[in-house]
Nanobody
Framework: QVQLVESGGGLVQAGDSLRLSCAAS????????MGWFRQAPGKERDFVAR????????HYADSVSGRFTISRDNAKKMLYLQMNNLKPEDTAVYYC???????????????WGQGTQVTVSS
């Protein structure tokens, strides 16, 4: 069992950067695959990025590749999402999630945070 709490969201302008954080508590953090998802208003929740417990292996959605960077600090039980060159279409509630699987589907992730709002104005 793991509990996840996101922070770092806010209102920014297009082209700005933002760093999201996700604090994990409960069970061992290092064994989990961690991911970020987002849900825009009126849309389904979509995959953003995933990182294995060995941080060298990451995967990104095409829409954020080259702009977003996922990272983790297992010792601090923290997950991060550095978001650069933000666009209005990045506006969404961002969720962190934990999984014992290696996929990128929502159903692969058993534990979810409550989400943090990111709003990008044009």
């Amino acid at each position: 069992q793991v509990q996840l709490v996101e922070s770092g969201g806010g209102l920014v302008q297009a082209g700005d950067s933002l760093r999201l954080s996700c604090a994990a508590s409960g069970s061992t953090f290092s064994g989990y695959t961690m991911g970020w998802f987002r849900q825009a208003p009126g849309k389904e929740r979509d995959f953003v990025a995933r990182i294995y417990w060995m941080s060298e292996n990451t995967h990104y959605a095409d829409s954020v590749s080259g702009r977003f960077t996922i990272s983790r600090d297992n010792a601090k039980k923290m997950l991060y999402l550095q978001m650069n060159n933000l666009k209005p279409e990045d506006t969404a509630v961002y969720y962190c999630a934990a999984s014992f699987k290696n996929g990128i589907l929502q159903t692969d992730f058993a534990y979810w945070g409550q989400g943090t709002q990111v709003t990008v104005s044009s």
